[in-house]
């Protein structure tokens, strides 16, 4: 095949793809466009003045990722198919003739650029959508110094802890030290250096997976473990049921960046960890751990933005809708979200995407191997008698898989889907299916989540299924439970 049918092929096919992708989005936008007022189904869900509190914060997201996905397109196609990246790989060859050091200049070079051209963007994204919608809680120093911490971060370790294997290859190739290594072994591996760069990359995502939450984390947020009281009590209670080695329960200050609620865990074998957001507990308890001063004080309604919802209508919704206004859960209502946490764990979903995640590395890395020495690849894009790891990376993890890389996202996304019902249901056998309903409900006001997609674009893009559906689901659990419970009763008389 000549070079110029690979690169015009290659072109189409980048082209193409982010063609669909913004067919998608902008299906997506005119949904959230077009629903103007409340879907009836919503109206146990979210009052009006949330949900149009949820549109406006959405369409707010749309626009700014049109913007930004059409810059960075024209961003790649300018450098990828312009020809700017032999000129500047070239360029950085004057310098040495090491390709190890040659591809750290690449990189560094890169990194400052990136730092530089997507500086306003992360500015508008925080300072403007998120402030305005009331998320943002960090000051401009803040914002400096956390932007700082992770360009060191990221050009001294980097960051493997991505869902998808292409996206763990391509932050890896973007940071030094483990740069200088993946061409080490490339140069030295032979015939099946995709093998010794299978290992080596999969023994240091499980490092970064074991070192991240403890050292690095802590460098962005403050942790402070939960203290003593009913909470705890329940959490570790619940712990001892389902067999959860559970050894160390922390609360992270996230309020201090943004008031987007989360909860996780972490850890191997028998040394559990559970981490909870401090925006998904009570107020009183923040002001506990973190003190009165470091509690950030909620958006009063002249910082948000202007709603048209009658105080008649809105009154109605307030008695109606199964949600407060008021950030924060339950105690029970935190333990029911952790019972769905602790069902994914329960159910090995975090060791299947692990086992899919190292399949789909191994497979990526054998198709590089299988084209790292494609003499036509390289001179397609301007590499004529070279070939560089790092270039190579480059070419066939962003282009040459592309279409692989959309079809295998979309089954992720499917399959997470499908453990998302799972571990909800695993919670409501716990006996957590009202509570667990009104914990999603409430997350969903908090973040300022609306329950209303395109189809198409969720079973794209979509991990989690709908709110409206999952809080289905879990009322026909709830009254399955109430049905084998009666008919257990009658059975005993």
């Known amino acids: 095949m000549e070079p110029s049918t690979i690169f015009w092929s290659l072109f189409t096919i980048n082209w193409l793809i982010w063609l669909f992708e ?59 198919f312009g020809g700017l990246m032999p000129l500047l790989w070239n360029y950085c060859g004057n310098y040495t003739t090491n390709e190890i050091l040659q591809s750290i200049y690449f990189v560094l070079f890169l990194t400052v650029v990136d730092v530089v051209i997507s500086f306003p963007f992360s500015y508008y994204d925080t300072f403007i959508i998120e402030q305005k919608h009331g998320f943002n809680q960090q000051t401009f120093g ?6 700082a911490k992770k360009i060191v971060l990221n050009l001294t370790f980097g960051f493997f802890l991505k869902d998808k294997a ?59 473990p939960l203290p003593d009281g009913e909470l705890k009590q329940k959490i570790e209670a619940l712990a001892k049921k389902v067999g959860f080695p559970l050894t160390k329960l922390y609360v992270v200050q996230g309020s201090k960046r943004s008031s987007h609620s989360n909860a996780y865990m972490y850890g191997f074998w028998n040394n559990k960890r559970i981490v909870l957001y401090d925006t998904l507990l009570a107020p009183e308890t923040i002001v506990e751990l973190f003190g ?33 206004t008021k950030k924060g859960m339950t105690d029970d209502e935190v333990v029911a979200v952790l019972g769905h946490e602790l069902g994914h764990w329960k159910m ?80 409501a056998d716990l006996g957590y299916a009202d509570t667990l309903s009104n914990s999603l409900i409430k997350l969903g006001v908090d973040n300022l989540s609306l329950p209303v997609d395109d189809p198409l674009y969720s079973a794209v893009h979509h991990s989690h299924p709908p709110i409206p559906e999952r809080v289905k689901v879990l009322e026909k659990l709830k009254n399955e439970r109430v049905e084998i419970s009666e008919t257990t009763d009658l059975g005993s008389e």
């Open 292 to 324: 009165e001063s470091e509690k950030k004080e909620e958006p009063t309604q002249e910082n948000l933005p202007v709603i048209d919802v009658s105080d008649s209508d809105e009154e109605i919704d307030t008695n109606n809708a199964k949600n407060r």
């Open 142 to 147: 803040f914002f400096l110094k956390d932007k």
């Open 22 to 80: 913004q067919y998608l989005a902008w299906r997506q936008y005119q949904v959230h466009l077009k629903n103007e007022k409340r879907p009836s189904l919503l109206s146990n869900l979210m009052t009006k003045r949330n949900y149009a509190r949820a549109r406006l914060y959405k369409l707010d997201r749309d626009r700014y990722g049109f913007v930004t996905d059409i810059f960075n397109q024209v961003q790649t196609t300018i450098f990828v």
């Open 348 to 427: 090995h979903h975090t060791v299947i995407h692990i086992v899919i995640a190292e399949l789909n590395l191994f497979l990526s890395l054998y198709i590089f191997g299988s084209l790292y020495k494609n003499d036509t690849l390289f001179e397609a894009f301007g590499f004529h008698g070279q070939h560089p790891t790092l270039i190579g990376f480059l070419l066939v993890f962003q282009l040459a898989l592309a279409i692989y890389n959309e079809i295998a996202g979309v089954a992720q996304s499917f399959l997470s889907r499908h453990m998302e019902f799972s571990a909800d249901r695993f919670s």
């Open 166 to 224: 292409k996206k763990i290859v391509l932050n890896l190739v973007l940071t030094l030290p483990i740069l200088s290594g993946i061409i080490w072994l490339v140069q030295w591996g032979g015939e099946y250096f995709f093998f010794y760069l299978w290992l080596f990359i999969s023994a240091i995502i499980f490092v970064m997976m074991t070192i991240y939450p403890e050292f690095i984390a802590p460098l962005f947020d403050k942790y402070v």
